[in-house]
């Protein structure tokens, strides 16, 4: 059996707690690892590990700093491929998916590349006679981020990339569910030329996190998962004195007035459900279709679903695969079997004509869903998509803004006014007009409002760099010493 173990101060360090976690192969339904859990103690060895490596690490010039991400940009291109079959066997995602992921992760290594000019500060010359001021953005220390197991190589990259290029050192807490991409980014890292000990990675569960929120010498938590889980992670950090972003979950919206090109509209809401067995949290879980043209576009979505090729990675027409686990297929399964006793239409059961063998389920395709449901309120997190029926744009706006998410949203329409009308009325982080999952290219940043956001900075872009910084602000004076003397009054710069 693999074993799976942690990665600390630039080498593979076996787990010593006795505790270990299944590692599954989602399209076999079989096991295929056995990961370490870490103890107190083994995170508290990859702190002091990092801690120890953060003066050197955070002294390092910016041309060194960028030069190591350079190296690792080429690293990652290079390795596409081996990585995005990390992600396909430990995940279950298909392969076009899974380098679609690598490819969004690399964006985040290139703009960390930048950070001679990231790092810029400001400077002011003459703010009094004789008397400049400038500031500077200097690294927090220790930090560490906490990833989910939809997006285990891109959401790492989220956060390392920036974190190391400002001069920080990182501890990674993976899911469980899927740690090898992790463990490859540490090699990879290493091979980049960044120096043992500013890159870890502790595989554990609550109690590996729970020692990272208490842990005296981390000083940043970013974490990316569920919205209880966010909120946990917020409230226990910040009240521990540490500075956290914490992403939470989502139910987004896509709005589809009458004067949309339905077609268009039907090909992104298959799209946007059922990538990655929806498996992700800018996925488009409801429809919102004005009654004008709901029976003709939940037809023309109907006609789509049986071209989905559902199967393992392995087979190259697979298109949608395996969920991660059974436990969570099988909770899923239970939105399916529970849409018609609320007064949903069940209009396609993904849990009829199913691969065998793995965690597999068919789309589904819920109509007539409606707040109050479960399978409209809760995040599913599954290849389920919900159609809505409103009377026009007001009725769906007001959905959209009465929603405790507020992650991602989009419109689909032809009408210019409309769109702008809605990217201005819309309470939602990320909004697409005619793009359906609207996620940021790296140079933006990446979060959402209300119950999917814990803290008030975003992922990765500009905001991922404010994050692990805190900016120092210096008043300097060279003057002439024979013209010092006492002044007890305030400084002034007049």
């Given at each position: 059996m693999n074993r799976i173990s942690h990665w600390i101060d630039g080498k593979v360090v076996e787990g010593t707690s006795g505790r270990s976690g299944v590692v599954w192969d989602?399209?076999?339904?079989?096991?295929?690892?056995?990961v370490d859990l870490a103890s107190v103690a083994e995170v508290d060895h990859a702190v002091a590990v990092a801690k120890a490596a953060f003066p050197a690490w955070r002294a390092t010039n910016l041309s060194r700093r960028a030069e190591v991400m350079f190296h690792m940009r080429e690293l990652v291109?290079?390795?596409?491929?081996?990585?995005?079959?990390?992600?396909?066997?430990?995940?279950?995602?298909v392969l076009g998916d899974a380098l679609g992921e690598v490819a969004r992760g690399l964006e985040n290594i290139e703009f960390a590349c930048g950070i001679p000019n990231l790092l810029k500060g400001g400077y002011s010359e003459q703010a009094s006679t004789g008397?400049?001021?400038?500031?500077?953005?200097?690294?927090?220390?220790?930090?560490?981020?906490i990833t989910p197991f939809n997006f285990p190589g891109m959401v790492p990259m989220w956060m390392f990339a920036n974190a190391l290029a400002c001069g920080n050192t990182f501890i990674l807490k993976p899911s469980e569910k899927d740690p090898s991409t992790s463990m490859l980014i540490g090699e990879l890292l290493k091979q980049a030329g960044l120096p043992d000990g500013c890159f870890n990675v502790v595989n554990g569960d609550k109690v590996a996190v729970d020692r990272l929120l208490d842990h005296p010498d981390v000083a940043a938590i970013s974490f990316v998962g569920s919205t209880p889980i966010a909120k946990y992670i917020y409230e226990t950090g910040t009240r521990n004195g540490k500075r956290v972003q914490a992403l939470g979950g989502a139910k987004n919206h896509m709005l589809v007035l009458p004067d949309a090109d339905l077609d268009m509209a039907a090909d992104a809401a298959v799209s946007a459900a059922y990538g990655s067995a929806g498996e992700r949290c800018m996925a488009i879980s409801v429809v919102l279709a004005s009654e004008a043209i709901a029976d003709s576009l939940v037809a023309k979505i109907k006609d789509r679903i049986p071209a989905i090729k559902v199967g393992p990675a392995s087979e190259s027409e697979s298109e949608m695969g395996p969920l991660i686990t059974g436990e969570h297929r099988d909770k899923v399964a239970g939105y399916i079997a529970g849409a018609a006793g609320e007064g949903a239409t069940l209009v396609v059961d993904g849990r009829?004509?199913?691969?065998?063998?793995?965690?597999f389920l068919m789309p589904s395709l819920i109509d007539n869903a409606k707040p109050g449901m479960a399978c409209?309120?809760?995040?599913?997190?599954?290849?389920?998509?919900?159609?809505?029926?409103?009377?026009?744009?007001?009725?769906?706006?007001q959905l959209i803004n009465d929603n405790p998410y507020g992650n991602g949203t989009a419109i689909f329409t032809r009408d210019g006014g409309a769109a702008r009308q809605f990217e201005f009325d819309v309470q939602v982080g990320m909004v697409g007009v005619n793009v359906p999952v609207p996620v940021p290219v790296s140079y933006y940043s990446f979060g959402g409002w209300k119950a999917s956001l814990f803290g008030d900075t975003h992922?990765?872009?500009?905001?991922?760099?404010?994050?692990?910084?805190?900016?120092?602000?210096?008043t300097s004076r060279w003057p002439?010493?024979?013209?010092?003397?006492?002044?007890?009054?305030?400084?002034?710069?007049?």
């Open positions: 989602p399209a076999t339904g079989t096991q295929q690892a056995a291109d290079a390795n596409r491929k081996e990585i995005a079959s990390l992600i396909s066997k430990e995940h279950g995602k008397i400049d001021v400038y500031s500077i953005k200097q690294p927090l220390g220790v930090v560490s981020g009829q004509g199913a691969p065998g063998g793995g965690f409209y309120d809760d995040e599913i997190f599954g290849p389920v998509l919900t159609v809505t029926r409103i009377s026009g744009y007001q009725e769906g706006l992922m990765y872009g500009p905001e991922g760099v404010n994050f692990y910084t805190k900016t120092k602000v210096v002439d010493p024979r013209t010092s003397s006492v002044d007890l009054g305030f400084p002034q710069n007049r």
